[in-house]
């Protein structure tokens, strides 16, 4: 495939400095990947390019990490293995072509099918070295066989030409009979790596998802999901519980925010790696986990139940200041639920004697598009809220505000480096509308809409970037994000209480905002009434 030029490299080659300000990234990114954090390390190099977007030696590991990393969790997926054991060489390549078809007519750019076979080509280079994947698919093979069919596969493929979808499906084609006859890797097996590969190449927001990965996602859009009712944070050599949901099992269990998980089922976090323990928590609905948890350095292990777990868009509602009627909600995504449960707490306020509201979207990662609009539409009058545009014109739309009334409140909203995706539409709007003041942090910039498809015949589905969007004025969100009127200097915590006196930088600064807005806006209120009487007064002097 002489045309394509990405991941030319050696996946498993050491990064090279190419400019001072990426040197300590790829030397830390190069000792993550020896160990094998590839969870960590794309994290890493996904970070750093928000800063330097245009570093390709960063893009580069940024990709093969994330190769490394998707390959980890689909073979720690029991659904994955499934569809493996269940599909045969036919189906696969059905479940291929299908996913071809869909990056051709919905993806937001045009594809470059060079790249997609390229890079399922080297998905499948880096499945062919990985201990797990050998252990399935190639018991008793050795590494040296395994290595000499890399290099044949390679060769064989050199003067390929790739420049549309059917070139694609015939590389994966081609190379899975040549794998089959090689050294008895089965049709699917190389196929799934294409499929993995295809969509990963396209962009970071765009996957495969098994069957299990799809159930969860639809669940989480619908307001809940299948666990044990916590959010984690990934270190070496454990798991950090960051938040409890309560009513889930883990609540039940007596599991608390800042506990420390060891083990997973017996299976040590510092052994098996903190991304594989964190999937090895999710399981089928009804199925029990055991978690070892280090307190006061004397570890228990806990029998935990998977189970449905309902999921709070709306986290945090109250007044963060009685005397001024401040009033605070945190938003912690945007779901199905969200404006129902928005429209309740707004009400609560209301009867609570809210005379200017705060609302939170630090560390919200988004959601539904239209749940976004949903919320933006409760103060925005009229005009546009968002617009999206794509390269299928079903995918350009203009959102438009519709609501017969709206809250005119004086409005707040906090935002960080975490608000993302629908957070940023909910801002923007706010920001250009002049609806109320941005404060805290530039917002994390993913200004891109992506749209689940299922697969018909795997189960399982992809997540495809259909359009970019941009906000009422036509700014565009990608990687520029949403810039707040009011910078908070200090860090700001993600998860508060609404009392005010917890030392939260950027609520303290929220709350002194919605003061300075309230007091503008009866000056301005006075103003009016003053300039409305004088106006009388003059008209009946004459």
Known sequence: MGQSQVLAENPTAQPQPVAAVSDSVLVQGAELEREGRWGEALSLYQKTLKDFPK??????????????????????????????????????????????????????????????????????????????????????ISDLDVRATIVATR?????????????????????????????????????????????????????????????????????NFVGLGVELRTHKDHLEIVNVIPGGSAAVGGIVKGDRVSAVDGKSVAQIGSERAADLMRGVEGSFVGITVDRDERPQTVQLERRRVEIPSVDQVGIVDVKNGVAYIRLTNFQKTTARDFDAALWKLHRDGMRSLIVDVRGNPGGLLSASVEVADRFVSDGIIVSTRGRNPMEDFTHQANLASTWRVPLVVLVDGNSASASEIFAAAIRDHQRGKIVGHQSYGKGSVQGIFPLNVSGGGVRLTTAKFYSPTGKPINQVGVKADVIVHETAKTSVEPTGENGDPGLQVGIQTALRTMQARKSASTTSSLRSELQKRQFADR
């Open 55 to 140: 570093n390709k030696s960063i893009q580069t590991r940024r990709s093969v990490a994330r190769i490394h990393f998707d390959l980890g969790r689909r073979y720690s997926d029991s659904s994955f293995l499934k569809t493996i054991e269940s599909t045969d060489g036919k189906k696969a390549k059905n479940v291929y072509a299908e996913v071809l078809l869909k990056v051709q007519s919905y993806y937001v750019d045009e594809p470059n099918w060079a790249d997609i076979a390229s890079y399922g080509l080297t998905a499948l280079e880096v499945a062919l070295m990985s201990p797990e994947f050998q252990k399935i698919n190639l018991p008793g």
């Open 155 to 223: 060769k064989r493929l050199e003067s390929a030409s790739v420049n549309n979808r059917h070139d694609a499906y015939l590389v994966a084609d081609d190379t899975a009979k040549f794998l089959s006859e090689k050294i008895g890797l089965s049709q699917q097996a190389t196929v799934y790596e294409f499929v993995c590969g295809a969509i990963s190449a396209l962009d970071p927001y765009s996957a495969f998802m098994s069957s299990n990965q799809y159930s969860e996602t639809m669940s989480q859009i619908e307001g």
